[in-house]
């Protein structure tokens, strides 16, 4: 994506200007968006000041702040820029912070020079490098002169990132209430996920990575799985206390996923079916092995990577899974296949009506157009699924 096109610096300026637009003839709109940038500057300047963990940097060394929000699908996603940060400060020490302290120990925690940090306050200022990465990457604070000294390589990086950032502008003064705007911005332009990431953090990031996580052995004997040959699939849709099911937008529905298993066992009948996912998602009974709830986090490493097929929506294990060998099967619905899909994957569009990520602040659990069920995933065919299935297993 050419970020120095003409018609793509004309829109972004104009993006940037639709952020104040409605408060234009609002004085208490204005004095609201003006109270909240102040106390955020307020509040950084206390944390830093007050907050302020003993500086970790060492003479010869750099220290280095991820702080990487989100799901399991947006962490996965940062791991491109932090492994390209990687390659260029090789022997910093990395601190992660994540909501999801789990996944980014699986993510990260096989190397020597990360920290994967819980339930501790941190302070951006206190780090030669501080960055905060979902859809975009954010500097929170940049020791140029330490960086200029220990990493000399990493300066054009920091330049190309901070007039990246800079162009930005007020579009990443608040990351938590402007990235589905970005993202929604990005793909009617035919960006892609990490274009933006890209961008701002200066870097080339491209779309479909090589980098593999190494999966210990020996972690399929618990399942009896061992030398069994197996597909894995995850439903999102999940069981309320009331006994009623909920269909988040992106779920395929119950009926489509019954179809497709009655022609995937009248198929391969040899090959097992594994459910994967939480406690609260719906169940099928026609899986040979249902592990809802009784998994652990490094689990879904060997059971991902010793699938033959993975079958799912958009989800965090799909882009878990794009770092090991297995390839799935990903039904796209109201997010984008372009946007979102990688080539190892077979990934199956909605029909016309779909991609409206991001359109609505619900968009993820109900339909922006007000329907019952959402069509896009609906118009998926459970005999679509079943020959891109075909497409993948091994002959």
């Not at 990132?161 to 970005?182: I, P, V, Y």
């Not at 892609?192 to 210990?216: C, M, N, Q, S, W």
């Amino acid at each position: 994506m050419n970020w120095n096109a003409p018609d793509i610096q004309l829109s972004l300026l104009e993006l940037q200007q639709t952020l104040d637009w409605r408060g234009r003839d609002s004085r208490i709109v204005r004095g609201a968006f003006e109270w909240s940038h102040s106390k955020k500057q307020l509040l950084a300047r206390f944390k830093n000041h007050f907050l302020r963990k003993p500086a970790p940097r060492e003479k010869d060394r750099l220290h280095v702040l991820f702080w990487l929000p989100g799901g399991m699908g947006d962490v996965a996603c940062a791991k491109r820029l932090v492994s390209a940060y990687r390659s260029y400060l090789p022997e910093a020490v990395f601190d992660i912070y994540s909501p999801l302290p789990g996944v980014a120990r699986l993510l990260f925690g096989r190397d020597k020079n990360t920290c994967i940090c819980e339930g501790k306050p941190f302070a951006p200022a206190s780090y030669d490098l501080a960055v905060l990465a979902c859809m975009a990457a954010v500097f929170l604070a940049a020791d140029e002169g330490r960086l200029g000294q220990l990493a000399p390589d990493f300066l054009p990086v920091l330049e190309r990132a901070r007039a990246a950032q800079e162009a930005l502008g007020s579009l990443l003064d608040d990351l938590f209430l402007t990235d589905g705007l970005l993202g929604r911005w990005l793909a009617h332009h035919g960006g892609r996920r990490f274009d933006l990431l890209a961008y701002t953090g200066g870097v080339e990031l491209p779309h479909d990575t090589p980098e593999r996580i190494k999966v210990p052995g020996g972690g399929l004997e618990k399942f009896g799985l061992t030398d069994v040959p197996y597909i894995t699939f995850h439903d999102l849709s999940r069981v309320h206390s009331s006994g009623e099911n909920s269909r988040p937008t992106r779920a395929w529905p119950s009926v489509r996923w019954c179809e497709f298993f009655r022609l995937f066992k009248k198929e391969f009948p040899y090959i097992k079916i594994v459910q994967l996912g939480e406690k609260g998602n719906v169940p099928y009974e026609e899986a040979d092995l249902c592990l809802l709830g009784k998994t652990d986090l490094p689990d879904l490493l060997p059971l991902l990577s010793g699938a033959q097929v993975h079958v799912d929506s958009e989800s965090g294990l799909v882009h878990l899974a794009q770092f090991l060998e297995v390839n799935s099967v990903v039904i796209f619905g109201p997010s984008s296949a372009h946007f979102f899909g990688y080539a190892k994957n077979e990934n199956l569009s909605a029909g016309p009506c779909g991609g409206c990520m991001w359109v609505t602040k619900n968009w993820m659990n109900a339909c922006p157009r007000g329907l019952e069920a959402a069509p896009c995933t609906e118009c998926v065919r459970a005999q679509d699924v079943m020959q891109a299935v075909k497409r993948i297993l091994p002959h």
